[in-house]
T-cell receptor
Framework: AQKVTQTQTSISVVEKTTVTMDCVYETRDSSYFLFWYKQTASGEIVFLIRQDSYKKENATVGHYSLNFQKPKSSIGLIITATQIEDSAVYFCAMREEDTNTGKLTFGDGTVLTVKP | EAAVTQSPRNKVAVTGGKVTLSCNQTNNHNNMYWYRQDTGHGLRLIHYSYGAGSTEKGDIPDGYKASRPSQENFSLILELATPSQTSVYFC??????????FGPGTRLTVL
């Protein structure tokens, strides 16, 4: 069964610095999809960025980028030039390709606090 | 932009009562999903649907039923609510291979 683990329960950084959040996953599939979501204080869950396992290039969207290390089954989220409003809970999720369901398996999340 | 709405946003129910949570999406996505989120944890899949008329069990379906009467609507039904079902419930829609879009969540308290 697939499993997603986020070992960092919480991280605190100073505004305008760079932060990396870790995520490791377990899967028997050779092809899969990895996602990062952000949950704001209001509870809203927003999609941030995805990485397809067959792509070697790390995905980048705005000030979010990924550090995809396939041999280590690792997908880190990097946020550069952090802002106060980046404070939220960040979830890593995975979908295996051999399912037509689109089912996602989520990690337990990392709480990010960005301080002035 | 993707639009998924849920009702009610908050619900207090009594043990043994029936609860229905509703979800509507205007994205024309085939797939819809119901998750629950417990404090300090990620989301866990309860039921999902491929399209109107279909429902499938997710990872934690016990105690829940689902109904997909149309492309736009997907309901989660608790026939006999229990305190252990107190949680925040999220609905999502998405097409296979693409990201899912989430509703704002429903906070359910079962007394």
């Amino acid at each position: 069964a697939q499993k997603v683990t986020q070992t960092q329960t919480s991280i605190s950084v100073v505004e305008k610095t760079t932060v990396t959040m870790d995520c490791v996953y377990e899967t028997r599939d050779s092809s899969y999809f990895l996602f990062w979501y952000k949950q704001t204080a209001s509870g809203e869950i927003v999609f941030l960025i995805r990485q397809d396992s067959y792509k070697k290039e790390n995905a980048t969207v705005g000030h979010y980028s990924l550090n995809f290390q396939k041999p280590k089954s690792s997908i880190g989220l990097i946020i550069t030039a952090t802002q106060i409003e980046d404070s939220a809970v960040y979830f890593c999720a995975m979908r295996e390709e051999d399912t037509n369901t689109g089912k996602l398996t989520f990690g337990d999340g990392t709480v990010l606090t960005v301080k002035p | 932009e993707a639009a998924v709405t849920q009702s009610p946003r908050n619900k207090v129910a009594v043990t043994g009562g029936k609860v229905t949570l509703s979800c509507n999406q205007t994205n024309n996505h085939n797939n819809m999903y119901w998750y629950r989120q417990d404090t300090g944890h990620g989301l866990r899949l309860i039921h999902y649907s491929y399209g109107a008329g279909s429902t499938e069990k997710g990872d934690i379906p016990d105690g829940y039923k689902a109904s997909r009467p149309s492309q736009e609507n997907f309901s989660l039904i608790l026939e006999l609510a229990t305190p252990s079902q107190t949680s925040v419930y999220f609905c999502a829609s998405g097409d296979v291979g693409w990201e899912q879009y989430f509703g704002p969540g429903t906070r359910l308290t079962v007394l």
